[in-house]
Nanobody, 124 residues
Framework: QVQLVESGGGLVQAGGSLRLSCAASGHTDARFVMAWFRQAPGKEREFVAAISSSAGGTYYADSVKGRFTITRVDAKKTAYLQMNSLKPTDTAVYYC?????????????????WGQGTQVTVSS
């Protein structure tokens, strides 16, 4: 079992920045993919970013490319999502996920473990 706890969400004005953290505990593995998804009110959950390992590749949704950066520190069992130039359309609950079982890295159904989410609200 793996437990994930997100933090760092909040209210920010458009153009501002936030850094989300995802702390993992339990049977974690540095080889696990770590990813961020988000779900806005009335919309389906969507892929934001993923990182395959500390030395591995990073992947981003087109909507956040160039503004968001995903990193991980395996010694701390923590993944981060640095979000810059935030827009009101970035408002959503942000979820951390890990342990990609099968399927595409952007497929929410491919992940085994999820956090409870953290709210990000961007005001105009």
């Amino acid at each position: 079992q793996v437990q994930l706890v997100e933090s760092g969400g909040g209210l920010v004005q458009a153009g501002g920045s936030l850094r989300l953290s995802c702390a993992a505990s339990g049977h974690t593995d540095a080889r696990f993919v770590m990813a961020w998804f988000r779900q806005a009110p009335g919309k389906e959950r969507e892929f934001v970013a993923a990182i395959s390992s500390s030395a591995g590749g990073t992947y981003y949704a087109d909507s956040v490319k160039g503004r968001f950066t995903i990193t991980r520190v395996d010694a701390k069992k923590t993944a981060y999502l640095q979000m810059n130039s935030l827009k009101p359309t970035d408002t959503a609950v942000y979820y951390c996920a890990t342990d990609l079982q099968r399927g595409a890295i952007s497929d929410e159904f491919a992940y085994e473990y999820w956090g409870q989410g953290t709210q990000v609200t961007v005001s105009s």
